[in-house]
């Protein structure tokens, strides 16, 4: 079987083996769009329902909100909802109770739906240092002992 005989033999291995493709895993995307109006809620559904992968679509005219489910990247929804006209940008808000100063610059919102502020990635804002989460527990209702402290 000589060298070209080897070559040929793994040339037609290699190229049998499919290559596999990423899987993609279900997500879920949310937008924050400015909707007027039942028509401007009617245009954002057509629109994120056109992107390729897109299961469902819910539409929030209260939050302001858009929410894409499916086999979907955050850009294309991104600018799928763009192409709209309207302002938008990826969902920005977090629950109260993920972040651990909600009233610190650049986290208060008031804008903001109820129960709701900005995310952050600081974490002077997002976390308590030791001593903050120190005194948060002595004075905590859940703490047995805290009525002696006072």
Same mark, same amino acid.
């Given at each position: 079987?000589?060298?070209?005989? !080897?070559?040929? @033999?793994? +040339?037609? #291995?290699? +190229?049998? &083996?499919?290559?596999?493709?990423?899987?993609?895993?279900?997500?879920?995307?949310? %937008? /924050?769009?400015?909707?007027? $109006?039942?028509? $401007?809620?009617?245009? %954002?559904?057509?629109?994120? +329902?056109? &992107?390729?992968?897109?299961?469902?679509?819910? #539409?929030?005219? *209260?939050?302001?909100?858009?929410? %894409? !489910?499916? =086999? &979907?990247?955050?850009?294309? &929804?991104?600018?799928?909802?763009?192409?709209?006209? *309207? /302002? $938008?940008?990826?969902?920005? @808000?977090?629950? @109260?109770?993920?972040?651990?100063?909600?009233?610190?610059?650049?986290?208060?919102?008031? /804008?903001?739906?109820?129960? =709701?502020?900005?995310? !952050? !990635?600081?974490?002077? %804002?997002?976390?308590?240092?030791? #001593?903050?989460?120190?005194?948060?527990?002595? =004075?905590?209702?859940?703490?047995?002992?805290? $009525?002696?402290?006072?």
């Amino acid at each position: 079987m000589g060298v070209s005989g !080897t070559l040929e @033999y793994l +040339s037609e #291995v290699l +190229s049998s &083996v499919k290559k596999s493709k990423k899987k993609k895993h279900i997500a879920t995307v949310a %937008v /924050k769009i400015r909707m007027d $109006c039942e028509g $401007c809620a009617r245009k %954002v559904k057509n629109a994120l +329902s056109g &992107v390729k992968g897109a299961k469902s679509v819910e #539409v929030d005219l *209260k939050q302001q909100k858009a929410t %894409v !489910t499916g =086999f &979907v990247e955050p850009k294309k &929804v991104l600018k799928a909802a763009q192409a709209t006209g *309207k /302002k $938008c940008e990826l969902w920005p @808000y977090v629950p @109260y109770s993920m972040v651990a100063h909600p009233y610190a610059t650049g986290v208060y919102d008031k /804008k903001a739906p109820p129960n =709701f502020v900005r995310a !952050t !990635t600081d974490p002077a %804002v997002a976390h308590l240092n030791p #001593v903050e989460e120190q005194y948060s527990l002595m =004075f905590s209702d859940e703490n047995p002992n805290a $009525c002696n402290i006072m």
